[in-house]
């Protein structure tokens, strides 16, 4: 069992690029979420999923979109960079809610 | 007022010492509680479930009070690896979120 993995690890963007961050779990959980984390802040949710081909917007959402077409993967787009999303970027999983979610390594985004 | 509130510290103690840390919540709805802890630079990783008739894990204690909402996580005979960022979170079942706080620095002295 991997768990939750994401892709890529690190990533440097010039303003205005475009990258799609991949989240992937081998655990066939139903519920999926991206963070960002942001120096000397708490985790802020940006969208989640609670099923296959289900997405909803979280407390962050704008410059994100998501999809989530098979059940073990969930992206995160980034349309236009902004050296407003330079950030850390978790991903989560679990079962459901009765049970915790776990966190993939996170992906270290800087916007230039 | 926050959904999920905790001391953001520092807690400094020395090891060996007990240090507890509490955690309120504003949803009476919310139906699952955990504790995380989160090193620097690293990703938050499950500490303990909490259940309503308190649990344990070794030198860890949870408690959840729900009539007065709030959740306990006492540390005893802190060890220099505790040195962590302590994480409290609410499952709320309405939307689906995990409600986190933003976390109780602990830094264990030698």
């Known amino acids: 069992n991997a768990g939750v993995t994401q892709t890529p690890k690190f990533r440097v963007l010039k303003t205005g690029q475009s990258m799609t961050l991949l989240c992937a779990q081998d655990?066939?959980?139903?519920?999926m979420y991206w963070y960002r984390q942001d120096p000397g802040m708490g985790l802020r949710l940006i969208h989640y999923?609670?099923?296959?081909?289900?997405?909803a917007k979280g407390e962050v959402p704008d410059g994100y979109n998501v999809s989530r077409l098979k059940k073990q993967n969930f992206l995160l787009g980034l349309e236009s960079a902004a050296p407003s999303q330079t950030s850390v970027y978790f991903c989560?999983?679990?079962?459901?809610?009765?049970?915790?979610?776990?966190f993939g390594p996170g992906t270290r985004l800087t916007v230039l | 007022r926050k959904e999920v509130e905790q001391d953001p510290g520092p807690f400094n103690v020395p090891e060996g010492a007990t240090v507890a840390f509490n955690c309120t919540y504003s949803?009476?709805?919310?139906?699952?509680f955990f504790w995380y802890r989160q090193d620097c630079r690293k990703e938050p990783k499950l500490l303990m479930s909490?259940?309503?008739s308190g649990n344990e894990d070794g030198r860890f204690t949870a408690q959840l009070n729900r009539a007065s909402q709030y959740i306990s996580l006492l540390i005893r005979d802190s060890k220099l690896s505790d040195s962590a960022t302590y994480l409290c979170?609410?499952?709320?079942?309405?939307?689906?979120?995990?409600?986190f706080g933003t976390g109780t620095r602990l830094k264990v002295l030698a």
């Open positions: 909490v259940y309503s």
């Open positions: 979170v609410v499952f709320n079942s309405g939307t689906y979120k995990y409600i």
């Open positions: 999923s609670v099923g296959e081909g289900t997405t």
């Open positions: 989560a999983s679990s079962p459901d809610g009765l049970n915790a979610e776990f």
């Open positions: 949803n009476s709805a919310s139906q699952s």
């Open positions: 655990m066939n959980h139903e519920y």
